[in-house]
Structures are given as structure tokens and as C-alpha cells.
């Protein structure tokens, strides 16, 4: 039979501590619940914000670019809008 080797070992300490549990705070939880309606609205906004300046860059140009861009005056917003749906391709869908 083989023997064991000897390694050096480091001393061990006679108390082992563990980490306490952490339990869930009431005011966090309270906080995330009244938190989240309002990071909601703040990303709607944002949304809102960004077609809203998309639909006026685009209504900047003039009826010749928007023509090379396939578009008509009167169908920005609806293109902005499409373009921006998510799990629509970027392409447009239109008959011609």
C-alpha cells in the first residue's frame, strides 16, 4: 500500500464564520414596485421623443429627396412608426 504524502497545509482556523444570508429588504422591494410604472413612462417618453424628431428631420427634406427615398410627404410618420416597430425588418412593405 502507498503512502499518503505529506503536503503542508495551512493552519486552519477552529471558528468558520459564513456569509449571512441576505434577506430581501422591504423598502427595496417597495421602491422596485413603485419604481418600475415610472422607468416605464420615462422610456415611453423617450420612444416618443425619438419618432417625434425622426418624423420632423424627415419632414425637413424636400419632396425630391423624399422621392429618392421612396416616400411620399404624407407617409413620414407612418414609415418612422413602421421603421421603429420592433420585429419588423427595416425594409418597407408597399406595393408599387
Do not use: K
Not at 30 to 54: K, M, N, S
Not at 72 to 86: D, L
Not at 89 to 94: D, K
Amino acid at each position: 500500500m502507498t503512502e499518503m504524502p505529506n503536503f503542508r497545509s495551512r493552519p486552519r482556523s477552529t471558528v468558520t464564520t459564513w456569509p449571512r444570508a441576505r434577506r430581501p429588504e422591504p423598502t427595496r422591494d417597495v421602491l422596485a414596485l413603485l419604481a418600475a410604472p415610472v422607468l416605464g413612462l420615462a422610456r415611453a417618453y423617450a420612444r416618443w421623443r425619438r419618432r417625434e424628431r425622426a418624423i420632423a428631420e424627415l419632414a425637413r427634406l424636400d419632396d425630391a429627396t423624399l422621392a429618392d427615398m421612396g416616400l411620399h410627404r404624407g407617409e413620414i410618420r407612418s414609415a418612422v412608426i413602421e421603421a421603429q416597430r420592433p420585429g419588423w425588418p427595416a425594409e418597407r412593405r408597399r406595393c408599387r
